[in-house]
């Protein structure tokens, strides 16, 4: 049966998330983006409280939390709404409170989410509770992933490392860092591996921190590896290299992180929408959905497409994960959830700026930080360009070599 | 600007010297003299003496024109609708019952129902629908297979002859979308009967429902069309012109209603109209004296024969007055959601024909679709799409839970208006120079999608 309503078992998790998102992240929200590169200490005692209930049972994953699919059957049979829903549902309201803030929670970072998506079952019980960064993109590779130029060299029980990485998100304050690299260039992307490799490894070095135009409170890091030693069990997964997957083994990571990315512009997004229909009321402006929009003000008119544009990426996102929640391929509709939030992010928040005028240029409000907190919502995980190349491609049914 | 009154339906004043008011002219534009020699010269050359006296080679003629000389003509002269029942309240179908699991899947029935008018769509309704365009008129074949698998009485209960058990917003809502995929305008030629019969289904009394609905139940399903819209601009539904004053035993209404599917064929009209300040439905049947049906063919939506309903003291009886304010409200939102789910059958249209054309169309030595700036607009027909679909399904399932759905209808609608919009537009510039002849249904479409967020009323789920 159609039902696109929060699922009731989560809604108690939605409310908690939007609770701690109002009454701990959002006061100190300006505060770090302020003091840039200062560790949000606050943070520490959130981590401890969502860690609690976790191990409760009473959430499925409160932070930016791993997704993965068991491998074993489900004894249930029909639809399931599970670890996936509560993750994004739970990640839009904490990003609601502010997305730099949930980017920088410990030990829910973009690793962990590659760790549970790719990692086996020794590693997983191995990594549990450590705070995991991601390391992908370097200084000459953004987009193109497969053309990773860090390199892995086997050397007797262990891999060396060597490059530069850079954009990693808590790159310094995280536990360990998740580490793309190639076993072999000549094989292509089918060599690329992930590496886990501990904060205190000597061969791994933060060469600085990154000024940005926006989530200040989260650190972006610049990491050199220099004959970097990590223990051949660190590589996540299968070692083989298998040129028939190729690179589907690292990229299913990101099926799961886009829909989390996709929902961290879709809270961010409410934010702004949520201020400024309040702003409105307050200058004398009537929302009226029953009467067309064009009978209402230019404000009103306004408001509702960029509602109903929020709407479309808020459900595309619910629509990704139910998916996965349910086992159901979702790359295409992950990429679309992304495409569409990213885009949809940018536009909604940068129009309640203008709609605000000055007020909402000013640092007096959140909205001006909001305005520049959601452009890296359509850059990383996959710019807007990549995700729809990725939908371009499975609409259409071409391979990466007929549509480049 | 423009006149509602009975008498002048859009006359405009108009005068050799003032331009505006016709050919699309505003009123700002003057003529000079040279622009008065020129409007004489053509006055003479659109002259019929011309044709008169051999002059020119007769042109054809369609019947069906765009002109004022359009038809004109009275009310259609149907059947009469025997009385019964009494003024109680009818029967009603209880709401849809929530699972509290978010599901996108369609209940069996549903995808069952769905399948079924999605290949309907398919083999009979897309292939008749160029002609259709042309004729400006639903092919009655067509009209007769739509009611076998069921269209009216979609929203109909069934202990009143229909199929429905509890509300079936989210049914049809998958009927408007996958029928939109065949054509969108022989679907409102289709879904319009429905449309009435779920109106009398859901706001009816007893009286109104045993007096009307066994029309729609029987074999002779009557042509019936929902009357909102009016022709006027930034119409509000909420604030109709066309007036009802209590008058003896009943009501007398006057006013035009536009976007009226297959005009003079309908036998009955369910009618928007303001009674004492608020707006109200109205039955009205055909045969009533002061009904004047004028031929409207419009930019697309050709094949449901749109018109205009002229109103000019017409007299009904009391059993008229179908629903109260909050209902009339009610149904302007579902007919919204029937348009926007009739977007999204006909934007679903769009990408499954461009889909494959950019695959085979070659251009520099290989398909288009091998060029980002191609396949990046395949890639938003299909993202958007989606958001409109899901947009327009989470509004319709709270319809059918019996769910507030105000915020719902009013996001799909504007969301649907503009991109589906653009999906038109894109599909066609996707076909260069083929999209624009209509070798190609993708004009049609183009044309088709402009109709959301302009038409209210006609349609309902």
């Known amino acids: 049966m159609i039902n696109l309503e929060t699922p009731k078992k989560i809604r108690p998790l939605v409310d908690q998330a939007h609770q701690v998102a109002m009454n701990m992240l959002r006061p100190i929200s300006r505060k770090y983006d302020e003091a840039e590169h200062s560790y949000p200490k606050e943070l520490d005692m959130l981590a401890a409280m969502i860690d609690g209930i976790s191990e409760s049972g009473a959430t499925g994953g409160a932070g930016a939390a791993g997704v993965r699919r068991d491998e074993k059957p489900e004894e249930k049979k029909g639809n399931k709404n599970g670890a996936n829903l509560a993750s994004v549902l739970s990640i839009m309201e904490m990003c609601w409170g502010d997305v730099g803030l949930l980017l920088s929670m410990p030990r829910q970072g973009l690793g962990n989410s590659a760790i549970a998506s790719v990692a086996n079952d020794e590693q997983q019980e191995r990594f549990a509770g450590t705070w995991a960064a991601m390391a992908i993109t370097e200084p000459g590779t953004g987009s193109d992933s497969a053309n990773i130029q860090t390199t892995a060299r086997k050397d007797g029980d262990e891999y060396v490392l060597n490059g530069e990485k850079i954009y990693v998100t808590s790159g310094d304050r995280a536990d360990s860092v998740v580490v793309w690299a190639t076993l072999d260039k000549s094989l292509g992307r089918s060599a690329i591996k992930s590496f886990v490799v501990k904060k205190d490894n000597p061969g791994m070095r933060v ?114 994960a139910w998916m996965a929640d349910n086992r159901k391929p979702n790359s295409m509709q992950a990429s679309m959830a992304k495409a569409k939030a990213g885009r949809m992010g940018s536009d909604v928040t940068l129009r309640c700026v203008e709609l605000a005028g000055t007020f909402g240029y000013s640092e007096v409000e959140l909205l001006e930080k909001w305005g520049r907190d959601s452009k890296i919502l359509d850059i990383f995980e996959g710019t807007q360009q990549i995700q729809q190349l990725i939908v371009a491609r499975r609409v259409l049914g071409l391979s990466s070599a007929e549509l480049k | 600007m423009s006149s509602n009154s009975v008498n002048e339906p859009l006359k405009l004043p108009w005068s050799l010297l003032r331009a505006g008011g016709r050919h699309g002219l505003s009123d700002a534009e003057k003529r000079d003299p040279i622009g008065l020699a020129v409007a004489a010269l053509n006055r003479i050359a659109s002259s019929d003496l011309l044709d008169s006296l051999g002059l020119r080679k007769a042109s054809e003629r369609s019947v069906y024109r765009v002109t004022s000389a359009g038809f004109r003509t009275a009310g259609n002269v149907g059947r009469t609708f025997a009385r019964a029942g009494r003024a109680t309240q009818g029967n009603r179908v209880p709401a849809t019952r929530n699972t509290g699991l978010f599901d996108l899947t369609p209940s069996e029935d549903e995808q069952m129902l769905a399948d079924v008018v999605g290949e309907f769509a398919q083999e009979v309704v897309r292939p008749a629908a160029s002609d259709a365009n042309e004729a400006c008129a639903a092919p009655q074949e067509m009209l007769k ?180 304010a909050s209902d009339y409200l009610e149904c302007v939102r579902f007919s919204r959601l029937a348009w926007c789910a009739l977007a999204v059958g006909t934007g679903q249209a769009v990408l499954d024909y461009v889909t494959p054309y950019v695959k085979e169309r070659h251009a520099f030595g290989e398909p288009i679709a091998h060029r980002q700036s191609v396949a990046f607009m395949v890639a938003n027909i299909a993202i958007e799409l989606q958001g409109m679909r899901l947009v327009t399904y989470k509004a319709a399932s709270r319809v059918a839970q019996g769910l507030p759905a105000e915020r719902e209808i009013a996001l799909a609608r504007r969301l649907c208006a503009e991109r589906g919009m653009q999906i038109g537009l894109d599909g066609v510039q996707l ?31």
């Open chain 2, 431 to 461: 076909l260069g120079g083929h999209g624009f002849v209509k070798e190609h249904p993708v004009e049609r479409w183009y044309r088709d999608l402009r109709a959301i967020g302009v038409m209210e009323g006609a349609v309902l789920v």
């Open chain 2, 145 to 324: 297979a739509s009611l076998e698998i069921g269209l009216p009485i979609l929203g109909v209960p069934e202990e009143l002859g229909g199929i429905a058990t509890e509300r079936s917003a989210m049914a049809g809502t998958l009927v408007h979308e996958a029928l939109a995929t065949g054509d969108m305008g022989l679907a409102v030629a289709a879904l319009s009967p429905g449309a009435v019969a779920t109106a009398l289904s859901l706001w009816g009394t007893d009286e109104q429902q045993s007096t009307y609905l066994p029309a729609f139940t029987g074999d002779e399903v009557p042509a019936a069309a929902l009357a909102l819209s009016e022709p006027t601009a930034l119409f509000d539904p909420t604030t109709p012109a066309t007036v009802a004053l209590a008058q003896g035993n009943g009501y007398v209404l006057n006013g035009v209603k536009s976007g009226v599917v297959r005009g003079a064929d309908a036998e009955l009209f369910v009618v928007g109209a303001e009674l004492d300040g608020k707006p109200r439905l109205f039955i009205v049947e055909s045969s009533a004296d002061g009904i004047t049906i004028e031929s409207d063919p419009s930019m697309g939506l050709r094949a449901a024969s749109l018109s205009r309903l002229v109103l000019k003291d017409v007299a009904v009886e009391r059993i008229a007055l179908l629903g109260d």
């Open chain 1, 207 to 320: 060469e600085r921190l990154e000024h940005k135009l926006g989530i200040r409170a989260s650190d972006t890091a610049v990491i050199m590896f220099t004959d970097c030693r990590v223990p051949a069990e660190d590589l996540l997964g299968s070692p083989e290299i298998d040129t028939k997957q190729g690179f589907a083994g690292a990229m299913a990571t990101f099926d799961n992180t886009r829909p989390l990315v996709a929902a961290m512009a879709v809270g961010c997004a409410r934010a702004s929408l949520d201020l400024t229909r309040e702003i409105l009321t307050e200058a004398g402006v009537v929302i009226d959905y029953d009467k067309p929009a064009f009978s209402q003000s230019a404000a009103a008119a306004t408001f509702l497409q960029l509602e109903a544009d929020w709407e479309a990426a808020y459900l595309l996102t619910l629509q990704s």
